[in-house]
Nanobody, 129 residues
Framework: EVQLVESGGGLVQAGGSLRLSCAAS????????IGWFRQAPGKEREGVSWIDNDGGSTYYVDSVKGRFTISSDNAKNTVYLQMNSLKPEDTAVYYC??????????????????????WGQGTQVTVSS
């Protein structure tokens, strides 16, 4: 059974940091791309970052570039999202998601939720001003 479990969310003041973890099981980790998404109340789910566990290429949405860093520990089947210089507008439920690399070709858009097959339950991040 494929499982993605997020942890590390919480309440932090603006300018602070959090590190989210996404622990994966039930599939061959380095055959997958893992993405982080977030959803604020009343807003659509937004792609934040993704990492290809085979090769390590990464992507960041413009609003988090220079502040967030995604990384992967293939030995632990875990992807991390280090979030620094947090802003109140970063407040959201953060989800990790996975998709098999074999599905990715052509103009496959990894920044959209529909690109991913497996999802975690989410972890709340709240940034106070």
């Amino acid at each position: 059974e494929v499982q993605l479990v997020e942890s590390g969310g919480g309440l932090v003041q603006a300018g602070g940091s959090l590190r989210l973890s996404c622990a994966a099981s039930g599939f061959t980790f380095d055959h997958y791309v893992i993405g982080w998404f977030r959803q604020a109340p009343g807003k659509e789910r937004e792609g934040v970052s993704w990492i290809d566990n085979d090769g390590g290429s990464t992507y960041y949405v413009d609003s988090v570039k220079g502040r967030f860093t995604i990384s992967s520990d293939n030995a632990k089947n875990t992807v991390y999202l280090q979030m620094n210089s947090l802003k109140p507008e970063d407040t959201a439920v953060y989800y990790c998601a996975g998709v098999f690399r074999g599905k990715i070709y052509g103009d496959y858009d990894l920044s959209v939720p529909a690109a991913y097959d497996y999802w975690g339950q989410g972890t709340q991040v709240t940034v106070s001003s």
